[in-house]
């Protein structure tokens, strides 16, 4: 089973850009999808994105559409979150998930293994 590591979170000003980072370890990554999730204080975590085993993004929430971009390195078995033009909206714990198959998907079922969350904090 795959599992995850995120990084890369951080305080940013209204409008700035971070990008997280998914460390995977595990023979299969190459073969499954990963996805990025939230989690905003008070609310239930939320999908951002997910990319295919291929390297080709699934899906994008409509909040982040055009302002944040999934990528990933197989050869490093890495994931990426691009986040630009960053909200306060934005501000919650962000989950690196290693996907069951080798599509993407916004269900949260659809994931075997969760980082342990990364903090973005974005201030007005």
């Known amino acids: 089973q795959v599992q995850v590591v995120d990084s890369g979170g951080g305080l940013v000003p209204t409008g700035g850009s971070l990008r997280l980072s998914c460390a995977a370890s595990?023979?299969?990554?190459?073969?499954?999808?990963l996805g990025w999730f939230r989690q905003a204080p008070g609310k239930e975590r939320e999908f951002v994105a997910s990319?295919?085993?291929?390297?080709?993004?699934?899906n994008y929430a409509d909040s982040v559409k055009g302002r944040f971009t999934i990528a990933r390195d197989n050869a490093k078995s890495t994931g990426y979150l691009q986040m630009t033009n960053l909200e306060p909206e934005d501000t919650a714990v962000y989950y690196c998930?290693?996907?069951?198959?080798?599509?993407?998907?916004?269900?949260?079922?659809?994931?075997?293994?969760w980082g342990q969350g990364t903090q973005v904090i974005v201030s007005s």
């Open positions: 990319i295919n085993s291929h390297g080709t993004p699934d």
């Open positions: 998930a290693a996907g069951r198959f080798q599509f993407g998907s916004p269900r949260d079922y659809d994931y075997s293994s």
């Open positions: 595990g023979r299969t990554f190459n073969f499954i999808a």
